[in-house]
């Protein structure tokens, strides 16, 4: 995990609603999918819907205004669509926190021990 802009808002916590913008490549560089390319961010609530565990962790440690970039390893749990096998490398910025909740820091640290294991 590298971190491209560092943020200076608040973090994003499980069950907020925010607004993210992604760019998910293959290591050959075909893009996976992009809301960056679609130039239309999406709001998601953190901690449902379906996306990758260490996805969730890596934007479990962002503030808003963060740009991050990572890869997801191949032996990563699949979503619909994922080619099998192949690795995916990520941009995520953490445009805006919406509607924030109020989950423990220890709620947090618990689930990015688990979901950051082996990235």
Do not use: C, W
Request: hydrophobic share 35%; no cysteine; charged share 25%.
């Amino acid at each position: 995990m590298k971190v491209i802009e560092k943020g200076s808002g608040p973090m994003a916590k499980r069950g907020d609603l925010v607004i993210v913008n992604y760019h998910s490549s293959l290591d050959n560089g075909t893009v996976f999918d992009s809301s960056m390319l679609r130039g239309v961010p999406v709001d998601m609530k953190v901690g449902e819907g379906n996306v990758m565990p260490a996805f969730l962790g890596v934007l479990l440690t962002m503030r808003q205004g963060s740009k991050t970039t990572f890869r997801i390893p191949h032996t990563e749990p699949q979503v619909d669509g994922m080619p099998k096998g192949q690795a995916l490398n990520f941009e995520l910025e953490l445009l805006k926190i919406k509607e924030p909740t109020g989950s423990s820091e220890k709620d947090r640290n618990s689930i990015l021990n688990a979901d950051l294991e082996g990235i």
